[in-house]
């Protein structure tokens, strides 16, 4: 037993547990944006379906890896557009839009699968890219250094989010919408133009977190690849208490989790698959239990805004 | 075009505003009807009417927020369009909004900035609008903490910031929709003081009430809307209350005074150190102790958010008490649950009237009767008597003089007058012991508040034990016998009415001790 936990075997636990925190990334900044402007988009997973199966779709016929997150971004911000429309435009209630775009999601990733597909496939996605000298920094070079380029994005995306919040107009703009949207109205703000922005950037990023699955990380796509990711991802804004630093810790937390959960079953210890498997939405409860009595959501959160009083 | 006039604040200066002939019709409704209404630097222009006779839609069509059907508005001479809030902006119109349109999470300098562009690009300039913050609020006296968050803000403070927000959009003309309604008295000395400074150095200003004897005090003219009509524009020195109440609702009022003492007898509601949280679950009431006796009422005065809410549902069993006693002729209703409170003999009229007191899909018939359900004349093995049901409701309409199409209209469609008086007949008609009135006549209009200042006039008289809990000091002192005071959860003091002025209830509102305590008994 001893050899289960040598230095190299957690360096790869560590490795594997950022590199897992990489679609929880993409996917819950994406919702960070939207939900700090008043919009729950709960087709978070659906939307990453579609996007996995975009970009694994272009990989698997072209190989070429950047059309690929193009596409799938592409895809993604299509379907944050739509769940802008149902929620804004026609001020459908959001958690109802939400699940109705997940399923779309699920159910047409799966049947352009079975129609252009069909049978599992793996394609060779993104290669590690190592960071010169950064890489050969001993223990963090091999846990931070040397992943492939989608994990990097994942990570550069946290301040980038954090400095469009708290430092430029639009940040201001959006936290304000969520909070007021008739005060930001009064001040010449368009409420359905910021939410339609940061709806469609969530989908996006959405997309982009499928791709990472599907390209990056298992190279594969199947029905249901992401197995309720998105929802964790929602999960994570919750936990995160809609700050991207945050939401990086808990994105951190889980896919530590994940990632021993891997390895217990790699190298069979005596626990039972699935109680591993489970683990990872047992702490989503837990999260929401703690988390709900933590912070506030944004107070215009998952309403819709009309003008008229 | 003339070179415009700088006011002090660095904006150009709107010499005349003018809206004619504007019509708005909104589905079922003719909110405005080919409206007038003018207003001039140097000037402070009342717009008066009841709810519901078109102000704020006639000011909204001036924001942007609603385009008028017919009519144009005129800005020094010229016809314009306001198709958006920021059209206003651009043209130099500001608005302060009944309820403060600033973002609680975020600070001053941040709602100041919010919707602007930035010096520095994309990035924010918080720094330059805190500096030209600073330079504003020293010309017109307003001090405000650019980096304190609003949520840390009084609300009159909140309102500075408003003042504050327009003015750095270069506004000269300022809409103030019932801008005193939040204040306490001092506040509202305050916010005359600044609002006259702003009107003598050039601004022109907008200001919408209901309450006649701020119009009479600091506005030069007043237009009066009934009805979605003009019913006429006078200088405010040529009139006076009596006639401007009669111009707002059509008719003579009775202003109820002098109604006849009672002998008050035993405590018939007592509070005993009472202490509660709040949602938030922070202390909201600590300490509380009063009483009420049969034949009287207690008026509880205080600015919203101190704790009023709070101590009416302890009462009425809808929030666990933390510590303390209440008691009703000796009966301990400490803990018990909302049925049990009733069936002492509590009526509640609550401060949310569409939330707590009804449901408003439900029709007027089925509210009435709503708490006398399991009553045996209504209901019986779990069947409703619908004929039992519809006389009573009728009866019930009847007696209150509820407007309404049918006793199965559902409340959504009435006015929020009628809507109080369905609320008034339900908890009344019991012929309670004691009665928690919450605001009673918030966004009720003129008529309706008379009738219902009757009817718990009405109930003092056959020996109710009123708490009446209110943020409108005229009608605290109208039908009080003696005057609490709540601040923080906290009651600063009980005097008699006679011995109360506006000045000792403000400062107690503002938390200050009053100079010597004069309690009843």
Request: include cysteine; glycine fraction near 10%; charged fraction near 20%.
């Amino acid at each position: 037993m001893e050899d289960l936990f040598t230095g190299s075997v957690l360096i790869g636990l560590l490795a594997s547990a950022i590199r897992l925190a990489t679609p929880y990334l993409y996917a819950a900044i994406g919702e960070t944006f939207g939900q700090r402007s008043g919009v729950l988009n709960l087709g978070v997973d659906g939307i990453m379906l579609m996007g996995a199966f975009s970009a694994f779709y272009v990989v698997f016929k072209t190989g070429d890896l950047v059309g690929g997150v193009l596409l799938a971004a592409l895809v993604g911000l299509l379907m944050g557009l739509l769940m802008a429309f149902i929620s804004v435009t026609l001020s459908a209630e959001q958690g109802i839009s939400g699940i109705g775009v997940y399923l779309f999601g699920l159910g047409m990733s799966d049947l352009l699968f079975q129609k252009l597909i069909n049978n599992v496939q793996t394609v060779s996605g993104f290669p590690v890219a190592p960071i010169p000298l950064l890489s050969e920094i001993p223990v963090l070079g091999p846990i931070l250094f040397r992943q492939n380029v989608l994990v990097y994005g994942a990570y550069i995306l946290v301040p980038i989010a954090w400095f469009v919040l708290n430092k430029t107009t639009l940040g201001l703009k959006i936290k304000a919408v969520g909070e007021n949207p008739e005060a930001a109205d009064t001040l010449g703000v368009s409420v359905s133009r910021i939410r339609y922005f940061t709806v469609s950037l969530g989908g996006m990023l959405s997309g982009i977190a499928g791709a990472s699955l599907s390209i990056a990380l298992l190279n594969v796509f199947q029905f249901n690849l992401t197995n309720g990711l998105g929802f964790i991802a929602i999960a994570l804004v919750y936990f995160g208490g809609w700050r991207p630093t945050w939401v990086l810790l808990g994105s951190l937390i889980f896919s530590f989790v994940n990632a021993l959960q891997i390895w217990v079953q790699v190298v069979g210890l005596p626990i039972p698959s699935d109680i591993a498997v489970m683990t990872p939405y047992i702490l989503t409860i837990v999260v929401l239990v703690i988390s709900a009595q933590r912070v506030r959501p944004p107070s215009a959160l998952s309403k819709a805004y009309e003008r008229l009083e | 075009m003339t070179q415009k006039q700088i006011l002090p604040s660095g904006n150009p200066r709107i010499d005349r505003l003018e809206m004619q002939g504007i019509v708005k019709r909104f589905p079922g409704v003719l909110a405005n009807d080919h409206v007038n209404f003018d207003v001039n630097a140097f000037e402070v222009h009342a717009l008066l009417g009841e709810n519901g006779a078109g102000k704020s839609t006639l000011m909204k069509q001036l924001y942007g927020l609603y385009h008028p059907d017919q009519g144009q508005i005129i800005f020094d001479g010229e016809p314009r369009l306001i198709h958006s809030p920021r059209d206003a902006i651009n043209l130099g119109i500001g608005m302060i909004h009944q309820h403060f349109m600033l973002v609680d999470s975020l600070t001053v300098a941040e709602n100041v900035a919010l919707g602007l562009p930035s010096t520095r690009g994309i990035m924010t300039d918080l720094d330059r609008v805190t500096k030209r913050i600073c330079e504003l609020a020293e010309v017109y006296g307003l001090d405000v903490e650019p980096d304190a968050y609003i949520w840390q803000l009084s609300v009159g403070q909140q309102q500075k910031v408003e003042i504050i927000k327009a003015l750095y959009r270069g506004a000269a003309l300022l809409i103030l929709d019932e801008p005193t309604a939040v204040l306490t008295p001092q506040e509202v000395d305050d916010f005359f003081v600044t609002l006259t400074k702003m009107a003598n150095d050039g601004h022109a200003l907008i200001f919408i009430s209901h309450k006649l004897h701020e119009v009479m005090a600091f506005t030069h003219r007043v237009t009066v809307l009934r009805d979605g009509k003009n019913v006429g524009t006078v200088n405010t020195v040529d009139t006076n209350k009596n006639l401007l109440a009669e111009m707002m609702v059509g008719r003579p009022l009775n202003f109820i005074r002098n109604y006849k003492t009672i002998k008050c007898g035993n405590p018939r509601l007592k509070v005993e150190n009472l202490s509660a949280l709040s949602d938030r679950g922070v202390p909201a009431l600590k300490n509380v102790s009063f009483e009420v006796c049969a034949g009287e009422v207690l008026g509880l005065a205080g600015v919203s958010g101190n704790g009023q809410p709070e101590l009416a549902q302890v009462i009425a069993g809808l929030r666990p008490s933390t510590s303390g006693k209440i008691m009703i002729d000796d009966e301990n209703l400490t803990g018990s649950t909302p049925m049990q409170v009733i069936d002492k003999g509590v009526a509640y009229i609550p401060e949310k009237r569409n939330v707590e007191g009804l449901i408003k899909e439900f029709s007027v018939s089925e509210n009435l009767i709503m708490r006398d359900l399991d009553q045996e004349i209504y209901s019986r093995n779990a069947f409703l008597n619908m004929g039992n049901i519809a006389k009573r409701s009728a009866d019930l309409v009847k007696t209150f003089n509820v407007k309404t199409p049918s006793i199965d209209t559902p409340i959504k469609s009435l006015s929020g007058g009628n809507a109080q008086k369905v609320i008034l007949a339900r908890e009344i008609s019991r012929q309670p012991k004691v009665l928690i009135a919450a605001q009673p006549t918030r966004g009720v209009d003129i008529g309706a508040t008379e009738y219902i200042h009757e009817r718990i006039i009405e109930q003092r008289e056959t020996g109710t034990a009123t708490l009446l809990i209110s943020e409108d000091l005229d009608e605290i002192f109208a039908l009080s016998d003696r005057i609490a005071v709540i601040f923080h959860g906290e009651i600063m003091g009980v005097v008699d009415r006679k011995d109360a002025t506006l000045q000792s209830i403000g400062l107690m509102m503002a938390g200050e001790q009053p100079p010597e305590t004069k309690t009843a008994e």
